[in-house]
């Protein structure tokens, strides 16, 4: 076999583990991985057609001889489907949330915060371009700002740890805890369905923010529910499988 048509064989031999290895893998052991099937079409296969010419060159760098190639590139071929396949067997962790103890600085309902709100969302439909916004927004927003039951906090924070949830197969949805670390950081915060009566200036405690971004309707803009369009992360009471 010449040698143009031996690099090509590795080349499409390489190629097709990789594809294998990135469009099967995320299927069978990461279903809800985002980028799915297309890290075999966009990545893994390509990556792998160029892989096969550059081991071809170096087996013929260091002179192998024809049995010795062919057992340099099945070993080589195993490796690197064996290494996409970790990919995906060994998935980095996802973020689950933070942990916050903080102290009170003031507080506002969400009512007697409206003109601010407003404010916010006025900037942000200046600011975009691509779409127009829904007819009403701004009397919509004031009205059920009027009638929700939360409160806005500001809140100065003393120490805080992140919660990350495992994404292997063999213990996904496991929750892991982070060490707790120094902060120094103010943030307003909303949290639904409390009233200032519920938070006193001063007090302290500990709190928890989910890292799952908030649902919003891709055909409304501005968003319509209050926990869609507040423009503050999200505090609640730790959930209970954390407490421990």
Known sequence: MSKNLESV???IIFGAVGFAAGFF???ILAPE???GPLVGILMSGP???VLGFMLYGVARLFAFNPKKRQRFRNICAVVFGVSVLAIFL???PERHGYAFDLEVRSCQS???ATDRIIDYWKKRISATHWAEPRPGWEQQMHEELAKDQ???IEAAISRKRKFDRSRRFWNKGKIYQGEWQPSQDK???YIANKSCADFAIGMKGTFYQSAVGRVRSPNEWPPSAVESFMPYPDLKDIPSELRQ
Do not use: D, I, V, Y
């Open 9 to 11: 064989r590795w080349a």
């Open 25 to 27: 893998g995320p299927m």
């Open 33 to 35: 991985a985002n980028q």
């Open 47 to 49: 990556g792998g057609f």
């Open 90 to 92: 060994f998935p980095a």
């Open 110 to 112: 969400s009512s007697e």
């Open 150 to 152: 939360g409160s806005l």
């Open 187 to 189: 943030k307003t915060f």
